[in-house]
């Protein structure tokens, strides 16, 4: 994940008087993205957009074995749309791949679009709660969020942080891009439990 610039300000407010500090911070998930119909040279064709305001940067199949970065320079169409990109894709991508964006520092809260329930019945309109936390020493710490095979059964674009649990609510401390799929197997009843870890490491420079 990377830091967004409200989260290093709250670090940077702990760090070098008592250590880092984090607080219980709520993990959230954005299913955020789009498919590719087409990919030919530098033309990138989608149903849907899935850039912001700044953006510049893309993400061709995410948590795939040909996940790659791509920049783009333009966008044009009303739907489908077109991204021209900077050159062309180093991997060969299927019609049908995720497509998200890069997320960045300078993102906040409402850049984390279309964020999901974990669980609509448990835990409605919440984020998860860390299920347990660990520091390795001075300036290091390591988050940990437990999800069970019944919760968040969509496709995993971005994951954040945040200091509310509530969702739509608070501010983002990092976030970052995921493309895991967390639907239900054919064929199985439940889809995996997974953990996510998340480690922060600052130090002085």
Known sequence: MLSTNYGLTQYAATYGTSGLVVPNLFIGCSSSYTTISALSGTYLTVPARVDQAGDTQLVLGPYLSTQEVVTFTSVTGTGPYVYTLSTTPSYVHNAGDMVIRVTNQNDTSASFLSEIQWDSVALPHLRLPMASGTSLGNGQFTLSYFITGGQGQVK???LGLF???????GNMWASGISG?????PSGSLVAGDVTVNVTIQLSNV
């Open 156 to 158: 995993w674009s971005h």
């Open 163 to 169: 200091d509310n649990n509530t969702i739509g609510s």
């Open 180 to 184: 895991f799929d967390h639907t239900i």
